[in-house]
């Protein structure tokens, strides 16, 4: 794919920065816009090759813009995202006339997938880019619904959890149990069981499946901006407060809000979560009115709670309020009989995906993969597939596999270089293993230094925090932290 002018628009800047560095790590050239009369501007006075629209801002939203820039007779593909898990901006986007959707947060490969389905057939003649969402919807659905229906489907909670051990059937029967109670969840287990899939399958299966399901990370922000994330900050508020936004728990109101990594949240927001929970009403960052909610939540960690309030890190009256059902999902290591169903699953959705012939997972590989000890669980896995999807050649995850030397957590094995296989690999792909080899000795020796402290190491490695964070988990780093606490 050539390198495209793509304008970026979103009223957050760390989102807009964020989205920038991706499209600069692989090679596309980024402008970006704070609000939708802005990015009209903008693509009324340049010429972009194709534009990412949040759908979620104050004042005018995304779907307002992309009506304008299509009725001016705009025609670049427009990828809409949003963290909301609802169906019905999707569908009034894709009527609007937009390419893609993406649902917040996604990864690199995610918007590289995107991009490459918009260019895959040229705009129709004097009309905007056909939509395309993959996987296609089947051809016997209503052509109104058909976007919604292909983008619920590759979301991960639109679909029940893939399993056939007796351990994860223990998990699936209280999940069954308590997903329509509304009371507070925790879910527990080291990073890459799926935390995030169990939250959303929660939210499927409970009476606010119609509502929004918001994500919050607690440990990608610092605490006055995750402050203003989780509850919104009113005009004037702190500088570069532009406007009015509402908080994270806002946006879910009637519906489900997940806490991904609560053990991260500082001691005074805990405090706010707390008067959350037991008032359903909080204020603003500079706010002076309650703002009251109903949003069931779901929280997560791969901390030992206890121990937290032990050493002061964690309030115990919010534990108690958080800890009514706490369901510990096993690792993948635990729970091998899962490995088949799991490889044939991503096997399914990559291969729809990025439209490949990869169908079934050759003996050799299979067997390699039920030896591997997958410090990095499902998400390791998934990732492990998507490769093989992406590559088409079950040689190269093999050679990945058997060179792969994760050391014990929090440990630096020298001479870790990736050897050179049978299949006589090229110098470049020497290369490439060599150099992530590098990085992870280096991450993991920062790390180390830094007391596995993340915003640390990134500054003194001088890269992005959110940078680091893509890092640590392509070289399936684990903190040592998550395994000694479980």
């Known amino acids: 794919m050539d390198r495209m002018a793509v304008l970026v628009v979103d009223d957050e800047e760390s989102v807009r920065t964020h989205l920038s560095e991706l499209l600069a790590k692989v090679g596309h050239l ?21 534009v990412l629209l949040d759908v979620v801002m104050p004042e005018m939203s995304g779907l307002e ?25 999707v569908v009034g986007a894709m009527k609007l006339g937009a390419t893609d959707y993406l649902e917040k947060p996604f990864e690199l490969a995610d918007l590289e997938a995107a991009l490459r389905r918009a260019f895959s057939r040229a705009p129709a003649e004097g009309g905007p880019p056909a939509v395309q969402v993959s996987p296609p919807a089947t051809l016997h659905e209503p052509a109104e619904l058909a976007p919604a229906i292909a983008a619920e489907e590759d979301r991960p909670g639109s679909r029940t959890i ?50 929004p399901f918001i994500k919050v990370n607690c440990a990608a922000l610092p605490a006055e901006l995750l402050e203003s994330e989780l509850f919104g900050h009113e005009k004037g508020a702190f500088t570069g407060a ?37 008032d359903e009403e909080f204020f603003r960052v500079g706010g002076r009115r309650n703002v009251r909610v109903d949003a069931r939540v779901v929280v997560a960690t791969n901390r030992d709670l206890e121990k937290e309030i032990e050493r002061g890190r964690f309030r115990e009256d919010l534990y108690y309020r958080l800890n009514v059902v706490a369901i510990r999902l096993p690792p993948l290591r635990e729970r091998k009989e899962d490995l ?49 999807v992406v590559l088409g050649d079950p040689g190269t995850v093999l050679d990945e596999l058997r060179t792969a030397r994760h050391p014990p957590a929090g440990q630096v094995v020298e001479g870790a270089l990736p050897q050179p296989s049978e299949g006589e690999p090229s110098l470049k792909d020497i290369g490439k293993r060599a150099a992530m080899a590098a990085e992870r000795e280096a991450i993991l020796a920062m790390l180390q230094r830094t007391g596995w402290n993340k915003r640390r190491a990134a500054t003194k490695l001088r890269i992005s925090y959110k940078a680091l964070l893509y890092k640590i988990k392509d070289t399936g780093i684990v903190d040592p932290r998550s395994r000694a606490e479980l």
């Open 242 to 278: 532009t406007a009015e936004k509402p908080g994270k728990f806002e946006l879910a109101d009637q519906g489900t809000i997940f806490l991904d990594e609560i053990g991260e949240m500082a001691i005074r927001l805990q405090a706010k979560l707390l008067q959350v929970l037991q």
């Open 30 to 50: 980024a402008r970006a816009a704070s609000s939708g009369e802005q990015a009209l501007e903008m693509l009324g006075g340049g010429s972009f090759d194709a």
């Open 162 to 211: 893939v399993f056939t051990s007796a351990a994860m059937g223990k998990v699936n029967a209280l999940l069954e149990r308590v997903s329509d109670t509304d009371v507070p969840v925790l879910l527990l287990g080291e990073s890459g069981t799926g935390k995030e899939v169990f939250a959303r399958e929660i939210h499927q299966r409970s009476r606010r499946r119609a509502r």
């Open 65 to 89: 813009v992309l009506r304008r820039y299509r009725a001016s007779g705009g025609t670049a593909p427009v990828i809409i995202f949003s963290a909301l898990a609802g169906a019905d901006d």
């Open 340 to 388: 088949l169903p799991l490889v044939e699953h991503f096997l399914a959705k990559y291969g729809r995906k990025y439209r490949s012939a990869q169908a079934e997972l050759p003996p050799g590989l299979l067997r390699a993969f039920q030896d591997h000890a997958w410090p990095g669980n499902v998400r390791e896995l998934e990732n492990m597939v998507r490769r093989l």
